[in-house]
């Protein structure tokens, strides 16, 4: 594995290539080239560049793009003053991404080749029911006391609702309670 430790604005990264690395604000306009030539130290499997050595590497890389960080509040204070002042901050920041890690002995990395990809037969219903089938049976048991319950629960709503649909005859009702007031007067 090849990576170099760069001193980039006064603050040092730990840098490998093809990375995005986020650093303080650079002068160079976002699409062009920077060579970072405060190179600290430089490895490349057992191989490490320190000193005067690493003063001969060089890390380049490409602007990508210029942002802002996150806002940093300052909130200002003295107690029995009636002093408050509030600030907010946004570091100003470049993207960049770095193309290679130049020294002298650099050893050419292999890279293996691109795989090919299968192409994907149309699948049929039936495995996707078993497909669907394995991922239910793949549930935690979180998850499936979660289930029960809540079909417990839509059961337990589903009987209440059906208790409170009964028919009731409300002319017999009422009759009813009619002959019982007739009766007891008499």
Request: aromatic residues 2%.
């Amino acid at each position: 594995m090849l990576y170099a430790v760069a001193k980039i604005n006064g603050k040092q990264y730990k840098v490998t290539e093809s990375e995005e690395v986020t650093v303080d604000r650079l002068s160079t306009p976002v699409g062009k080239a920077v060579d970072i030539k405060e190179v600290i130290l430089v490895v490349q499997d057992e191989n490490k560049l320190m000193g005067e050595d690493a003063k001969k590497a060089s890390v380049k890389a490409k602007v990508v793009e210029e942002l802002l960080d996150t806002k940093v509040l300052v909130f200002k204070h003295k107690k029995r003053k009636r002093y408050n002042k509030l600030v907010g901050h946004r570091q100003p920041l470049t993207k960049i991404i770095i193309e290679s890690i130049d020294f002298p002995g650099k050893k050419k990395e292999a890279k293996p080749a691109p795989k090919k990809q299968a192409t994907k037969k149309p699948e049929d219903t039936k495995t996707t029911t078993k497909k669907k089938e394995s991922k239910e049976k793949a549930a935690t048991p979180k998850e499936k006391k979660k289930e029960t319950r809540k079909k417990k629960t839509s059961a337990s709503v589903a009987n209440k609702k059906a208790s409170s649909k009964k028919p009731t005859n409300k002319s017999k009702t009422a009759s009813a309670q009619k002959e019982k007031k007739k009766s007891s007067s008499k």
